[in-house]
């Protein structure tokens, strides 16, 4: 199999910022909305890169958009591919930017 080699920024499209994802940070979990074709060592790698720390576990997840009903009939929501990273031990990813 020949490696598709992608952007790192192409790969992960950006943070996950509600309560649940800010509260797995202090244990060292991140989470990102990533392209929907990527795998766990693209995410891994591009994490490394980007950020600059060790990833130690990429868990990913496929979540289907939801069904809106509308005026006219049914829409549906757009579905997400999301990824959370586990960072090495003392290391934490600065999402706010501060």
Not at 11 to 34: C, H, L, M
Not at 45 to 59: G, P
């Given at each position: 199999?020949?490696?598709?080699?992608?952007?790192?920024?192409?790969?992960?499209?950006?943070?996950?910022?509600?309560?649940?994802?800010?509260?797995?940070?202090d244990?060292?979990?991140?989470?990102?909305?990533?392209?929907?074709?990527?795998?766990?060592?693209?995410?891994?790698?591009?994490?490394?890169?980007?950020?600059?720390?060790?990833?130690?576990?990429?868990?990913?997840?496929?979540?289907?958009?939801?069904t809106?009903?509308?005026?006219?009939?049914?829409?549906?929501?757009?579905?997400?591919?999301?990824?959370?990273?586990?960072?090495?031990?003392?290391?934490?990813?600065?999402?706010?930017?501060?």
């Amino acid at each position: 199999m020949s490696a598709i080699h992608k952007p790192l920024h192409d790969v992960i499209i950006k943070p996950v910022v509600s309560e649940k994802s800010y509260a797995n940070s202090d244990r060292g979990q991140y989470t990102f909305v990533v392209a929907p074709n990527s795998n766990k060592v693209q995410i891994k790698q591009a994490i490394e890169q980007i950020f600059n720390v060790k990833v130690t576990n990429v868990n990913t997840f496929n979540r289907r958009g939801k069904t809106q009903r509308t005026r006219t009939g049914f829409g549906q929501r757009a579905g997400q591919k999301r990824a959370i990273v586990t960072v090495a031990e003392g290391q934490t990813i600065d999402i706010f930017g501060n």
